[in-house]
């Protein structure tokens, strides 16, 4: 295998109203990765993730999974990865073991000699094995979503590919998938999630990827990725009028003062003289820092506007 999972050159899907919902992706994720496919809705994520897992044909462009061009060679691919896309398919009146037991016995290259085995590892794996005997219908949202994982988690997989899997959970149910994520992702999996939430793909993912209408703004590292934007200047002072008139007079842009805090853009000038320059106008200074960028900020700073979840 190379060093990418995901390989995609040009990747584009019109479907047949003639909606553009994916133009030209270029996307590479990294083996090993925690993978965010971040973006608000309708930029075309699950018609990306539907193109990958060999589910519809893309109009133009080439995309290849596991080094295999898809969707020609799904069937060697597929069974190497774990997919939950659109919530799980689950019999509410069958216990969670049984769904899981059912499931299995669907999937044509399954061994049944070792079903029971992998059913309570999986079981075990997404913490529902005291809950194994409720029936489904009994699970709450964050407890289907969790079964949903286990049986993408019958088989060992080199990818799982999870199509926003907190979308309708509570926090506590958020929490759980998070947690999961990054412990699936520590035993070697790489993963593929997508989620419209900013600070999500923040807290669980090392790379990232963002769309908005069907197009890939920026992709890499999240780290490289937030680098890339540049923090904020925070002063906290007892007089933020005086200091928001002296930052603006060194050059510090989009100066905004709420209460003790008043932050701007850094201007390019030593940081050292804004500094100098309150003290010297008689403002008292708390605090004088530059905040890490957030993803947030490198959105903003790539689309010159705030990240709309609306949709
Ligand atoms: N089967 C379809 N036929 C026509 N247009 C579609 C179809 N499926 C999706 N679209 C359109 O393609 C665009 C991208 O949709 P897609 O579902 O891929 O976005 P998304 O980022 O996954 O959003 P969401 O999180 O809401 O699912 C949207 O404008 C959507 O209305």
């Given at each position: 295998m190379?060093a990418?999972?995901?390989?995609?050159?040009?990747?584009?899907?019109?479907?047949r109203g003639g909606?553009?919902?994916?133009d030209?992706?270029?996307l590479t994720?990294?083996?090993?990765?925690?993978?965010?496919f971040?973006?608000?809705?309708?930029?075309?994520?699950?018609?990306?993730?539907?193109?990958?897992?060999?589910?519809?044909?893309p109009?133009s462009?080439?995309?290849?999974?596991?080094?295999?061009?898809?969707?020609?060679?799904s069937?060697?691919?597929?069974?190497?990865?774990?997919?939950l896309?659109?919530?799980p398919?689950?019999?509410?009146?069958?216990?969670?073991?049984?769904?899981?037991?059912?499931?299995d016995a669907?999937?044509?290259?399954?061994?049944?000699?070792?079903?029971?085995?992998?059913v309570e590892?999986?079981l075990?794996?997404?913490?529902?094995?005291?809950?194994?005997?409720?029936k489904?219908?009994?699970?709450?949202?964050?407890?289907?979503q969790?079964?949903?994982?286990?049986a993408?988690?019958?088989?060992?997989?080199?990818l799982?590919?999870?199509?926003?899997?907190?979308?309708?959970l509570?926090?506590?149910?958020m929490?759980?998938?998070?947690?999961?994520?990054?412990?699936?992702?520590?035993?070697?999996?790489?993963v593929?999630?997508?989620?419209?939430?900013?600070?999500?793909?923040?807290?669980?993912?090392?790379?990232a990827?963002?769309?908005t209408?069907?197009?890939?703004?920026?992709?890499?590292?999240?780290?490289?990725?937030?680098a890339?934007?540049?923090?904020?200047?925070?002063?906290?002072?007892?007089?933020?009028?005086e200091?928001?008139?002296?930052?603006?007079?060194?050059g510090?842009?989009?100066?905004?003062?709420?209460?003790?805090?008043?932050?701007?853009?850094?201007?390019?000038?030593?940081l050292?003289e804004v500094?100098?320059?309150l003290?010297?106008?008689?403002?008292?200074v708390r605090?004088?820092?530059?905040?890490?960028?957030?993803?947030?900020d490198?959105?903003v700073?790539?689309?010159?506007e705030?990240?709309?979840?609306?949709?």
């Amino acid at each position: 295998m190379g060093a990418s999972v995901i390989d995609t050159r040009g990747l584009t899907k019109r479907y047949r109203g003639g909606q553009l919902a994916v133009d030209g992706l270029d996307l590479t994720v990294p083996a090993g990765s925690v993978f965010g496919f971040l973006g608000p809705n309708g930029s075309g994520k699950t018609t990306t993730i539907r193109m990958l897992m060999g589910l519809i044909q893309p109009t133009s462009g080439t995309a290849r999974v596991l080094g295999h061009p898809m969707p020609r060679a799904s069937r060697a691919v597929l069974p190497h990865v774990g997919a939950l896309i659109e919530g799980p398919a689950l019999y509410g009146f069958l216990s969670g073991r049984d769904n899981l037991l059912r499931y299995d016995a669907a999937d044509p290259v399954a061994d049944p000699r070792t079903r029971r085995a992998r059913v309570e590892a999986a079981l075990e794996r997404v913490g529902l094995a005291a809950a194994a005997a409720k029936k489904a219908k009994a699970y709450s949202l964050g407890m289907k979503q969790r079964l949903g994982l286990a049986a993408a988690l019958l088989q060992p997989r080199e990818l799982l590919v999870l199509d926003e899997p907190t979308n309708g959970l509570d926090p506590q149910g958020m929490r759980e998938i998070r947690t999961l994520v990054r412990e699936l992702a520590g035993d070697g999996t790489t993963v593929f999630l997508s989620s419209h939430l900013l600070d999500e793909i923040e807290q669980v993912c090392t790379h990232a990827a963002v769309m908005t209408q069907g197009r890939l703004i920026a992709q890499g590292a999240v780290a490289d990725l937030a680098a890339g934007a540049r923090g904020r200047l925070v002063v906290t002072t007892p007089d933020p009028g005086e200091a928001a008139r002296v930052l603006k007079e060194q050059g510090v842009a989009d100066v905004v003062a709420a209460e003790d805090r008043v932050t701007g853009e850094p201007p390019e000038r030593d940081l050292a003289e804004v500094n100098a320059a309150l003290v010297t106008a008689g403002v008292r200074v708390r605090g004088f820092v530059v905040e890490r960028a957030s993803l947030e900020d490198a959105f903003v700073a790539l689309t010159g506007e705030g990240f709309d979840v609306a949709g």
